[in-house]
């Protein structure tokens, strides 16, 4: 349902960037205009039709690039202050933690092979161990990273 919606507000936004197109060139051709402003500037998509400046290489964002994520609702009546349900908000606690680790830990590694780091296999294989804080196994992987740069010295 929401990728739907995602399409409906891509196609209003192409649409705009058509008038806006239109309005600042009423007397060149539909290509030059199809030429000049779309193509594939986001170079990690098959998208050709990306809305964007070709000499800057700035480019508007589309909607259905972005994935959908549901969210788990609250049971009923529940609060985080009655002590009954004191194990049913850890649970939901450490599973958003966890989760924020994993995607914490997925960012990491894309910083890591743009700088040029080979072996990032060491850094997902930490965030495994340590869901409690997304922050805690920032210290830790470098700690393997050390130990293992002296194994191999």
């Known amino acids: ?11 209003y936004l192409y649409t705009r960037q058509r008038r806006y197109v239109n309005w600042t060139h009423p007397k060149k051709s539909l290509r030059w205009k199809q030429r000049r402003y779309w193509g ?7 998208d050709n039709w990306v809305f964007g ?10 909607f259905s690039w972005f994935n959908i994520s549901r969210h788990v609702l609250v049971k009923g009546r529940s609060s985080p202050d009655d ?7 850890g649970k939901r606690r450490w599973n958003k933690q966890r ?3 994993e995607q914490f830990n997925r960012i990491q590694q894309k910083a890591a ?3 040029g780091y080979r072996d990032t296999s060491v850094l997902y294989v930490e965030s495994q161990y340590s ?17 293992k740069m002296k194994s191999q010295t």
């Open 1 to 11: 349902m929401s990728s739907r919606e995602f399409s409906k507000l891509d196609y």
């Open 40 to 46: 594939k500037l986001n170079l990690r998509r098959n």
């Open 53 to 62: 400046d070709k000499k800057t290489g700035a480019y508007m964002l589309k």
């Open 83 to 89: 002590p009954q349900l004191r194990d049913y908000w």
């Open 99 to 101: 989760t924020e680790a």
């Open 113 to 115: 092979q743009k700088q």
């Open 131 to 147: 869901t409690t804080n997304p922050y805690t196994y920032i210290t830790s992987s470098l700690d393997v990273l050390e130990a």
